[in-house]
Every structure is written in structure tokens, then in C-alpha cells.
């Protein structure tokens, strides 16, 4: 199994401490959260960042606020339920796309809303309920990563059972070992460890070591340049970097087996919001027959939502495109958009890959069937 021992995220002693994420990979240093408000900052600076780990992050944000009023201020439970409503709403509004952010902060309500009593005792039961969401990130994303181990690689003889062929095929030029194209970073660095999209590039490595990463470098904030290739290279996974521009060129000539991307947010049909970029790449593979794999836990599925039409897509700040390290790019000025997320929509989707199993399209019928057997239930 291949470790990936990159921390992201801890609660050590009340405190939250995160690894900075915007100064990587030239620069490996931790902040350290005390209140709910630093974690919103965190979190809106993209110290920390990916679906997983904003939710990790916020479920940890309302323990600390729980634990401000518990241990240092009045303590009085009409205090803390404030106090908890401020906080909730203040970390929600910090990304509007990943939901991720909603689902960790209802899970805390749930904790929060039913306490009765002590408000040490809720501060320490939201606590355990933040560690608990780590965990079962973590626990998540090493599942997501065997099944979509099953679909690119297959199983190898052993370990109980049959060996077994992919389940998806790869593309049909394509003879070599996995060449698996990613965009952005869904990686340990995304979640609370082992990473979505990377976890399932992780478990196949492991399977099969001929195994070769394209990333694309995943302008304006170039998450794949600094952090993909950050993690798969502490791994010794190999890895090039391209330009995103650079995606259509493999893909047209046959070096790409499969694109695997993480996603901020699913719909009920299975319509896929994830990095700006990601809906291009996944108009190339369709167009050169390369499935396209997301790979996702179910904190990612948004089954209220029937379509990707629906999804907020956050726009972010001008000077992510107009500068780059600092430098300006572009004439003093000019007009700038800049959406940080698109929508793939599902007819591009060959398999989405969640801890519940893997859904096949049609995807409003696979993804409520697979709802059923996680513990949020059926939708
Ligand atoms: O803006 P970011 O860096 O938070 O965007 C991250 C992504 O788009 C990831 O692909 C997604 O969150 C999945 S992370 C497992």
C-alpha cells in the first residue's frame, strides 16, 4: 500500500493546526488555528483547500468556537448555542462550491442542536464528532482508492479472491501500463489523507508500478504543478507536469488511459462541479474515447440538487489570474473573469467512485441506490 504520510490537518491540544498550502512546495510551514474565525480565514486564503479538508476544517472550526465559550468565556449554554450559530454561519459562507463545507457543518448541528446540559460536555462531544469526520475521511478516500483500483488495473491473484480484469477498459490505443491524466489536486493534501482522485491513482500504483501520471498544471492557482506533483513525488509515483493547454495534445495521441479528477460537488444526475479546467479535459476524453473517472466520497453528493445548473460556482479574486508570484501578467486594467470550478456533465462521466461502491450511469438511479448503503441512508 502506498502511505502517503502527508499531514493536513490535526486537532493537537484545542488547536488546529494545517499545513500552508499557498506557500508549498517551496516552503513547508504549519498555521495554527485558535478560534473559528482564523479557521474561516484559513479557509477563505486557501490555506487549506479541496472539498474533503474544507469540510474537516469547519467541522474543527465549530469545535473551537464550542470550546472558546465552554472553557473560556461564561460557559452558559445560551451562550454557546450563539455562539455555534455564529460560528456555522460564518464558516459556511467562506466557499460557496465544495459541499462538502454544508454536509461537515450540519453533521456538527446534529451534535450541537441535541445537547442538553453541561456545555463542556458539548464542547468535548463536538470534538470527538470532528475527529470522527477526519477518520472517516481518511477511511473514505483508502476505499474510493481500492475500487477505482478495481476499474483501471483490476485485482491481482490473491488476498482472498480471483484475480480480475479492469473494469473499465482503457483507451482503445492504449497498450502500455495505466497513463492516468489529472487535473488540479484531489489528493492527501485536498482531504484528511490518501486523496480522492490520488488515492485511486495510490491503490493502483501499488497494483501495477508501470503505472505514469500526467497533472495538469491547473491554472490560476496551479494546484497541480505545486501539490500533485508535491505528493505523488514524496511517493515516488512518476509523475510530468503539463500545461493544461498541453491535455488536448496527449490525449489526441493516444498517451492518456484514463483521466481521473476528484469534484466539489455531484448532483443528483450525477453532473460533476470540480476545478475550472476539468470540463475541457473531459470534452477531450470523450472525443478520444478515454473514460473519465470521478472519484469522490459521499460528503461530495449532493442529492438535493437535480443538475449541475444548480451548483454555486464561486468566483475568486482578479489577482489570481493577473498576477503570477507576485508579478503582474496583464496590462494594468484589463477586464478579468475567473470561475473556480466548472460543470462536467454526467453524459461525459464514464464511473463515479465513491466508499459506497462505484455508480455507472444513469447516475440518478446508481447514486441513490448507492446512498442506501452508507449511513446517511436513502435519499
Ligand atoms: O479551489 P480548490 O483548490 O479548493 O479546488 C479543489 C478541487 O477542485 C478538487 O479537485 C476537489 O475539491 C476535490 S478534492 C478531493
Known sequence: ??????????WRDGRVIMIDQRLLPAVETYVTCSTWEEVAEAISTMVIRGAPAIGVAAAMGVALAARTVAFTESGAAPAMYSALQAATKGLFATRPTAYNLGWAL?????????????????????????????????DSCRQIGEYG????????????????????????????????????????????????ALGVIRSSFARDRRLRVLADETRP?????RLTAWELKRD???????TDSM?????????????????????ANGDTANKIGTYAVS???????????VAAPFSTIDLSLEDGSLIPIEEREATEVTTLGGNRLTPEGVGVRNP????????????????????????????????????????
Open 340 to 379: 473556480a470550478f466548472d460543470v462536467t456533465p454526467a453524459s461525459h462521466i464514464s464511473a463515479i467512485i465513491t466508499e459506497g461502491g462505484i455508480a455507472f450511469p444513469p447516475y440518478r438511479q446508481s447514486l441513490a441506490a448507492l446512498a442506501c448503503n452508507t449511513e446517511g441512508g436513502c435519499p
Open 106 to 138: 450540519e453533521q456538527m448541528r446534529t451534535v450541537w442542536e441535541g445537547a442538553v446540559g453541561d456545555p463542556r460536555e458539548t464542547a468535548r462531544a463536538l470534538e470527538r464528532r470532528a475527529l470522527e469526520i477526519m477518520g472517516g475521511d481518511v
Open 247 to 267: 491535455a488536448g495534445f496527449y490525449l489526441g495521441r493516444g498517451e492518456v488511459s484514463h483521466v481521473v479528477v476528484g469534484a466539489d460537488r455531484i448532483t
Open 149 to 196: 483500483a478495481d476499474l483501471i488495473v483490476g485485482r491481482p491473484a490473491g488476498g482472498g479472491g480471483p484475480a480480475t480484469a479492469p473494469l473499465i477498459p482503457a483507451a482503445p490505443c492504449f497498450d502500455d501500463g495505466p497513463r492516468i491524466l489529472t487535473h488540479c489536486n484531489a489528493g492527501a493534501l485536498a482531504t484528511a489523507g490518501y486523496g480522492t
Open 283 to 293: 470534452v477531450l476524453a470523450r472525443e478520444h474515447g478515454v473514460p473519465f473517472l
Open 236 to 242: 515516488g509515483i512518476p509523475v510530468e507536469i503539463i
Open 1 to 10: 500500500m502506498i502511505s502517503s504520510e502527508v499531514r493536513t490537518i490535526e
Open 221 to 225: 492557482l496551479l494546484q497541480g504543478a
